[in-house]
């Protein structure tokens, strides 16, 4: 018998590790035959929203982007998604940017698909538009080395232009590889893990971590990670980029 009191999850100010032991089911208006795990949100402190949707057959997905923008990445099983009239069929390792103003509506073809859903406000930048509806598949994205390391492959899933302030990547580590440096900076992360193990270091403290795992890093979390194992670790990844880092 196991003890239920054990955990790996930890929620503290500057991170959290989220893990499947501890998830617990919500419901969304218009999100129908499905099951929502809310992994991170403003709650914690957080400026981004990240799910973990699973849909049973006749599952659908439908709503629109008003102040947030939303990007869908299929984890596995497949779906058709239809943003404001256009849609194409997504099977895993596919995925959709939706900008704001637009409707969507993603209906399940196969029981039991897996989606991993960011949302965040959109800032617009003066003298700039607002990106387009954008379908792609990570297969199709090459993983270039991280900073000239080949055990480290980073796939950029987005353009890298000032109509967009978010980023989403996955990040490949094969075994032993491992951050160059211990990162602090500004940019807020939403992380799940999609294969493997490994450590993480987050704000000098060290957690496992394995497939299924989230992990929330506020701005200015120290981290580091290392990849265990006998295959690599991936992970697909939110960051915040683009704008002006202050009010004042």
């Known amino acids: 018998m196991e003890i239920s009191a054990l955990t790996r999850s930890v929620v503290k100010r500057s991170h959290a590790v989220i893990s499947p032991d501890g998830y617990v089911n919500s419901v969304v208006p218009g999100w129908t035959n499905c099951t929502v795990n809310v992994l991170i949100n403003e709650q914690m402190g957080a400026r981004l929203c990240q799910n973990l ?141 999609l294969q493997g193990q490994g450590v993480y270091m987050l704000d000098q403290e060290w957690y496992p971590i394995k497939k299924g795992d989230a992990i929330w890093m506020a701005p200015y979390c120290q981290q580091w990670f290392t990849a265990m194992g006998k295959e690599p670790a991936v992970y697909i990844y939110y960051k915040n980029i683009n704008r002006f880092p202050t009010t004042v």
């Open 53 to 193: 949707v699973t849909l049973q057959s006749g599952g659908r997905l439908t709503g629109s982007t008003r102040e947030s923008q939303l990007f869908l990445y299929i984890i596995s099983g497949g779906c058709k998604v239809t943003v404001s009239g256009e849609g194409e069929e997504l099977t895993a390792g596919r995925f959709v940017y939706i900008p704001v103003g637009k409707t969507y509506r993603l209906e399940c073809r196969t029981a039991g698909t897996q989606v991993l859903t960011f949302h965040k406000v959109y800032e617009k930048l003066e003298g700039y538009g607002i990106p387009s509806v954008i379908f792609g598949d990570a297969a199709e994205i090459s993983g270039d080395p991280f900073l000239g390391d080949p055990a480290l492959r980073l796939q950029v899933l987005l353009p890298d232009n000032l109509t967009f302030d978010m980023a989403v990547n996955i990040f490949t580590y094969d075994p032993g590889g491992h951050l160059p440096f211990v990162e602090t900076h500004i940019m807020e992360h939403g992380l799940l893990y």
